[in-house]
């Protein structure tokens, strides 16, 4: 499932006629499909990244839906003619569904067996308009089958942030070390991870080889900064620290991201 919204929203983005305004892109390109055996089976850093790639993917496809509607109101206000303007003023102030469900009666006549481009009940008068309306269909089409399949992301409503708890903190430090040292450093981390895993604040902690052999990057999950904050200060952290001053062969870096601390608790219960 998490596949097909991946690769449906490329093909949705590239969908879009050029005739009108500049092409919309998609959010960005997707090299893989990610089965929900993969998701199940990836570690829980991979699987956050998907959720976030996906709420990316679904802010992505509403603004695609929203720029559809428009383009397609303003083709139904030209098409019928200023015979017709009142009308038009009606339907836009009607909700989403109801614009939705007008352009579905739409889409069957133009799809009608007994309709023909010359016809004057459509008011179509070149063949440009033609090729406009049928690639609105098509992209209307896959929107509406995205909508059936598309899985709920989580949570469902966001609340509103109240207290100190209401966000985690992620800390991820990425580090390159000499080749010399790679003993010293690999048995120093392992103590660390050690340490800090058994810490009563810290909700999980990793840490990733590169191909190279020689980079490596830790990741840390806390319920809050001042837990994180306080651990930095412990004789093991600094100590860890004093380590990768020896055996590294440049500065590490150290990037802190805060997320909601509901999805965390939703994912782990």
């Known amino acids: 499932m998490v596949g ?57 496809l509403q603004a695609l839906q929203s720029s559809l509607e428009g383009a397609s109101d303003t083709l139904e206000a030209q098409a019928r003619g200023q015979r017709l303007n009142e009308e038009h003023m009606q339907v836009q102030s009607r909700s989403r ?28 008068n070149s063949e440009a308009e033609l090729q406009w309306r049928l690639q609105v269909n098509r992209l209307q089409e896959l929107i509406d089958q995205l909508e059936c399949k598309a899985p709920r992301l989580e949570p469902l409503q966001e609340d509103l942030a109240k207290g100190p708890n209401s966000h ?21 981390l392992c ?3 050690n340490f800090t895993g058994a810490q009563s604040h810290c909700l999980h902690v990793s840490a990733q080889k590169m191909l190279d052999h020689a980079t490596f990057t830790l990741y840390e999950f806390w319920q ?11 004789p093991c952290s600094k100590a860890f620290q004093r380590t990768l001053i020896d055996h590294l062969q440049a500065p590490d870096t150290l990037t802190t991201v805060f997320f909601p601390a509901s999805w965390w608790i939703m994912n782990n219960n």
């Open 168 to 188: 985690i903190l992620v800390a991820q430090r990425q580090v390159q070390v000499a080749e010399d040292a790679l003993q010293d450093f690999h048995r120093a």
């Open 224 to 234: 809050d900064e001042a837990s994180w904050r306080r651990h930095q200060q412990s």
């Open 4 to 60: 097909l919204v991946l690769e449906a929203t490329a093909h949705a983005a590239s969908a879009l006629p050029s005739t009108q305004g500049p092409r919309l892109a998609p959010p960005y390109q997707v090299n893989c499909i990610v089965s929900s055996q993969e998701y199940e089976q990836a570690s829980k850093v991979d699987q956050f990244v998907t959720r976030f790639l996906l709420r990316e993917t679904v802010s992505q």
């Open 97 to 124: 569904s109801s614009r939705r469900a007008g352009r579905r009666a739409l889409k069957s006549i133009s799809w009608s067996p007994a309709w023909s481009p010359g016809s004057s009940d459509t008011g179509w």
């Open 191 to 193: 103590c660390y991870m």
